[in-house]
């Protein structure tokens, strides 16, 4: 693989033509770190934003934009940020509240009232702030299968279907992150503006801030010369992948930027929600909600060799994580699209700002550089972050696979369907997703998701009668299982399913679904 770098002294000169003045960076190598990582991750490309006290330290791009193609990325490359979008919603919100036409505490059916949840009261007493806090007593990822990966569901629909969702938990009892609400805070942020989101973003957002080469949907973002191609695993080896295009849920993962940009970002955020020129974009008492603590998270225990980035407290703000790190507080966000992963990371108290954004599917790749630098500039013992993250990830896989095939070495292998194979082919139903169908194609027995194209993919018979169902798509990471209940004439009651890995990706949701057989219409006929 081909690996783009440059000095810190050749970056900051071409850097200055088109950013905020620069301020002296630290005797820090940090091109050294980012190719160590790229090699160590098989990560192909990646951009590093760096802004500390209203300068910027760093906005540099390494390695290439597409496995196959020399072009290196650069400061304007342009990435998918997936759900580091969200600080962009909330942030357009907060404007609004700035402008007096919306509070954080209305209820969201004032400004969307067709608006309806599963449960009557949950629809009455969800709120704006509601929206963006992870409370809603929606189950992880929740519906997510209804524009992941690329679906044919509107916006609108996406919205409607809401009310099938079942809950998990009881409102506002416990954090559960999801994405469909930020689908409505970004329906009511176009309602308001009386434009789509994408062009409210830029009109209150990027216009003012000079993000220029910032785009607000994957198509946009395909139709310029500078950005990179998607990167997923296929067989544990980085392979190029085609976008996925994600037009309906924006207000959740709408944005696509570059390093130069997202620096802009950053230093606005940790300027007091100031521009350059001394606008206040957005208030210091709206800056400060998003930052404010709204639900708490549970603290997990890492693995020994990661004990030191055990937080103290971990909550969620309005669009950002909060968590601390050696007496610091801090607001980040993460971000995952197929074949993109980004983080920003910011430490207010400090006026520190990092931001990470790769053409792979590899959090360890940025967690041990944003560890790595945020060591250097809090001035604490350094470790060595990168190490610490592979022998961490190999273990992690390992033990994956080893789970897997004892799955397999457990199942009754000698076991027969219930019913002849044509019997399980059919039109299948989900309450919130809608139809599959399964049918012999080729001498195969494929399953389709009929709203998601990609959501293809050929029964393989597993034991009794659950089937794993193969995607075409093999970089989704994400099998599943397809169980099927009979009833006592045998005839199929339901269908569930159950990713296979522990690896896949949460907003596969297959475990909330639950299909049962499409009955067909009676025939207005008489029989005689």
């Known amino acids: 693989m081909l690996k783009f770098s440059r000095t810190f002294a050749a970056a900051l000169l071409v850097l200055a033509v088109s950013v905020p003045a620069l301020a002296a960076a630290p005797a820090y190598n940090l091109d050294a770190d980012v190719n160590l990582a790229l090699k160590t991750f098989d990560v192909p490309g990646m951009a590093i934003a760096i802004v500390k006290d209203g300068k910027v330290i760093a906005a540099n791009g390494y390695g290439v934009r597409k496995l196959g193609d020399p072009t290196p990325v650069d400061g304007k490359t342009l990435f998918e940020v997936a759900s580091n979008s969200k600080a962009f919603t909330a942030a357009a919100l907060a404007m609004l509240v700035d402008e007096g036409k919306l509070a954080w505490d209305d209820p969201v059916t004032k400004h969307l009232p067709d608006f309806q949840m599963f449960d009557s009261y949950v629809t009455g007493a969800m709120t704006v702030r509601d929206l963006l806090t992870h409370r809603s007593g929606l189950g992880l990822g929740a519906g997510d ?5 690329t679906t044919s569901f509107s916006t609108d629909e996406i919205i409607a279907r809401l009310r099938y969702v079942k809950p998990a938990t009881s409102f506002r009892n416990s954090y559960a992150y999801d994405n469909l609400l930020y689908i409505v805070a970004g329906k009511i942020i176009a309602a308001k503006a009386g434009k789509p989101w994408g062009a409210a973003i830029q009109e209150g957002i990027l216009a003012p801030l000079a993000m220029n080469g910032t785009k607000t949907s994957v198509a946009e973002m395909l ?8 990167h997923s695993k296929i067989n544990d080896k980085a392979a190029v992948v085609k976008p996925m295009l994600v037009e309906n849920a924006v207000g959740a993962v709408g944005i696509n930027t570059n390093a130069e940009d997202i620096a802009r970002w950053m230093a606005m955020l940790l300027g007091g929600g100031k521009l350059e020129n001394g606008t206040q974009l957005i208030s210091a008492k709206q800056l400060g909600e998003l930052w404010s603590e709204q639900t708490p998270m549970r603290i997990r225990e890492p693995k020994p060799a990661l004990a030191a980035t055990k937080p103290n407290f971990a909550a969620y703000g309005l669009g950002f994580n909060l968590r601390d790190y050696k007496g610091r507080k801090i607001a980040m966000h993460g971000g995952a699209l197929q074949g993109f992963y980004s983080t920003v990371l910011m430490v207010p108290e400090e006026k520190l700002g990092i931001a990470i954004l790769t053409n792979a599917e590899n959090s360890p790749a940025m967690a041990s550089l944003y560890w790595r630098i945020l060591d250097q500039y809090l001035d604490v013992p350094a470790s060595d972050w990168i190490k610490l993250y592979a022998d961490q990830e190999a273990v ?3 033990e994956e696979l080893e789970r897997q095939g004892k799955e397999v070495g457990a199942r009754k292998a000698k076991s027969t369907p219930s019913l002849p194979l044509a019997s399980y082919d059919g039109e299948y139903e989900d309450p919130w997703y809608g139809k599959v169908t399964i049918g012999a194609e080729g001498g195969k027995h494929i399953m389709r ?13 597993f034991q009794h009668d659950t089937f794993i169902v193969r995607w075409k798509e093999r970089n989704f990471n994400a099998d599943a299982y397809v169980t099927f209940a009979l009833n006592p004439d045998a005839s199929i009651e339901r269908m569930k399913m159950a990713p296979v890995s522990m690896e896949t990706d949460f907003s596969y949701d297959f475990r909330d679904l639950n299909f049962t057989p499409v009955k067909p219409p009676k025939s207005d006929k008489v029989a005689k």
């Open 396 to 398: 992690a896989h390992k």
């Open 449 to 461: 998701f009929t709203r998601t194209p990609d959501l293809t993919g050929e029964l393989e018979h």
């Open 145 to 149: 299968l209804l524009w992941w990966p």
């Open 223 to 230: 139709a310029t010369s500078d950005y990179s191609a998607p």
